[in-house]
């Protein structure tokens, strides 16, 4: 079966500082996707990649793709405390089914 | 902007009841899906229903677990004789089709207490 691996396990920034948080997947993806999780809530869609070479942008966050499909990273630019929570990158399994990673936990410190 | 909705928020039971969890899906979408998160871990796959069946489960979605979508509108998870172990956040989700993808709208999950 196919795992996504996630890292780091958790991360902890200054406030404006840059980040990059990454996951590897053991076969090619058909489609990635991030999620973000608050701590105690669900899972909110940032993006989704499903082209190799790939990359997407939504105010301060880039995720990227590699261009074999099995390498994704999310960058932050700037961080603020509202980035704060659970970083997790899904994949589409094919029959539309979703995996995740085991998630990077980011806190901002102020 | 449509949301999934998940009832209860909160149950406490004992071991060995029957818990229901609800889970109300976008309207117009295809896929339905339950994960289960226990406390600090990851966020774990359980089952997958599509055209009234499941699609694929997970090896935790043993024989005390079912799933039922009945009456078009409700998509609910029966946990038969629950343990100690089935104590996590339960999620509900949907999945919709955008230009290909499966994009998936989570709900804010059902947290089961077994004590």
């Known amino acids: 079966s196919q795992e996504l691996e996630q890292s780091p396990q958790s991360l902890i920034v200054q406030e404006g500082k840059n980040l990059t948080i990454n996951c590897t997947s053991s076969k090619t993806l058909y489609g990635l996707y991030w999620y973000k999780q608050k701590y105690g809530e669900g899972l909110i869609f940032l993006m989704m990649?499903?082209?190799?070479?790939e990359e997407k942008s939504h105010e301060k966050i880039t995720a990227k793709l590699d261009e074999k499909k099995q390498q994704s990273s999310l960058h932050i630019t700037a961080s603020q405390p509202s980035h704060a929570g659970i970083y997790l990158c899904g994949a589409d399994m094919g029959n539309n089914d979703m995996r995740f990673g085991a998630g990077t936990r980011l806190t901002v410190k102020p | 902007e449509p949301e999934v909705t998940q009832t209860p928020s909160h149950q406490v039971t004992q071991m060995g009841q029957e818990v229901i969890l609800r889970c109300v899906p976008i309207?117009?979408?295809?896929?339905f899906y339950w994960y289960r998160q226990i406390l600090g871990q990851k966020v774990e796959f359980l089952v997958s229903f599509y055209n009234n069946e499941i699609s694929e489960k997970s090896e935790i979605f043993d024989d005390q677990f079912s799933v039922e979508r009945p009456d078009g509108s409700n998509f609910t998870l029966k946990i038969r004789s629950t343990k100690l172990e089935d104590s996590a956040m339960y999620f509900c989700?949907?999945?919709?089709?955008?230009?290909?993808?499966?994009?998936?709208?989570f709900g804010a999950g059902s947290r089961l207490t077994v004590l």
């Open positions: 990649l499903q082209k190799g070479g």
């Open positions: 309207s117009n979408h295809l896929y």
């Open positions: 989700a949907s999945g919709g089709t955008f230009s290909g993808a499966n994009v998936l709208t």
